[in-house]
T-cell receptor, first 111, second 110 residues
Framework: EDQVTQSPEALRLQEGESSSLNCSYT??????LFWYRQDPGKGPEFLFT???AGEEKEKERLKATLTKKESFLHITAPKPEDSATYLC????????????FGRGTSLIVHP | EAQVTQNPRYLITVTGKKLTVTCSQN?????MSWYRQDPGLGLRQIYY???????DKGDVPEGYKVSRKEKRNFPLILESPSPNQTSLYFC?????????FGPGTRLTVT
């Protein structure tokens, strides 16, 4: 069974204090891995798709990387508006293209 | 504007009263799915569809039905809602490379 573990569950940072979120997965035959941002009570907002080990993608203060066993979301010099829950979701093989979601990391950035 | 829409956004109903939550996307995506999100449990997939007339069960399909008669629409049907189906529901669509979510429907079953 596919497993996805995100750590830490919660993270508090000061504005400008860079850090990384981890997503470990045991999906065999990975076809891709999604990263999302979710604000309370709202739908997840798509950030990135990574397809192969070694791939990196960036968007503003966020950079996502992928290895064969895990993915990292690096947040550089975060601002309070980066506060949200960040979700990762790997996609396994098969005819469907449906991701399995981790529980998320709740990030709070203090001014 | 590319988007996934859901209606209603909020719904309070009683046990056993059939309801339908609509979902529509304007991106011509083949893949659509429904999720429920509960505190401490994260996002769990209810049903998904790979194309018109092609649907399959996700992780928690019991008590739900779906249909995909048109590419853009993917309604979620609760034939006889029960209190344990009180949750926040999300519809999503994907082209296989990116997945976009709707704004959510908060359902309360009393």
């Amino acid at each position: 069974e596919d497993q996805v573990t995100q750590s830490p569950e919660a993270l508090r940072l000061q504005e400008g204090e860079s850090s990384s979120l981890n997503c470990s997965y045991t999906v065999s035959g990975l076809r891709g891995l999604f990263w999302y941002r979710q604000d309370p009570g709202k739908g997840p907002e798509f950030l990135f798709t990574l397809y192969s080990a070694g791939e990196e993608k960036e968007k503003e203060r966020l950079k996502a990387t992928l290895t064969k066993k895990e993915s990292f979301l690096h947040i550089t010099a975060p601002k309070p508006e980066d506060s949200a829950t960040y979700l990762c979701a790997p996609v396994g093989p098969g005819g469907s293209y449906i991701p399995t979601f981790g529980r998320g990391t709740s990030l709070i950035v203090h001014p | 504007e590319a988007q996934v829409t859901q209606n209603p956004r909020y719904l309070i109903t009683v046990t056993g009263k059939k309801l339908t939550v609509t979902c529509s996307q304007n991106m011509n995506h083949e893949y659509m799915s429904w999720y429920r999100q509960d505190p401490g449990l994260g996002l769990r997939q209810i049903y998904y569809s790979m194309n018109v007339e092609v649907t399959d069960k996700g992780d928690v399909p019991e008590g739900y039905k779906v249909s995909r008669k048109e590419k853009r629409n993917f309604p979620l049907i609760l034939e006889s809602p029960s209190p344990n189906q009180t949750s926040l529901y999300f519809c999503a669509s994907s082209n296989g490379y990116e997945q976009y979510f709707g704004p959510g429907t908060r359902l309360t079953v009393t």
